[in-house]
């Protein structure tokens, strides 16, 4: 199932719209979608995550992936998949790089 997300920033107004998370299953785009913070076009991205070397699609593979489960939170999880989830927190913005952050649902989108 595919997903969309929107990521707004607090602090700078950056808004970064309809990042597809998730399966996505369209004809050469086999593979799951996370969101990923891009350091070269200083925006978030939607990347595929299950290859062995992340990239943008500006060609960059200076990017990271938001969200880690590795840590105990209470906080509620509006994204999950593998080891990775998006919770209900703030994060760091690709554009000022302060942490206020946030990703909301979208409408879920059927297969
Ligand atoms: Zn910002
Ligand atoms: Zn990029």
Known sequence: MERLATARCDHCGYVEEKLVIGGCTAAGFSGERW???CFSCRRIVSALINRKTLACSCGSTEIEPYGSISRESSSRQLFGFGDRAIE???YVCPRCGT???RFEPEAILSD
Do not use: E, F, N, R
């Open 35 to 37: 969101p990923c913070l």
């Open 88 to 90: 209900d927190v703030s």
């Open 99 to 101: 942490i206020a952050m």
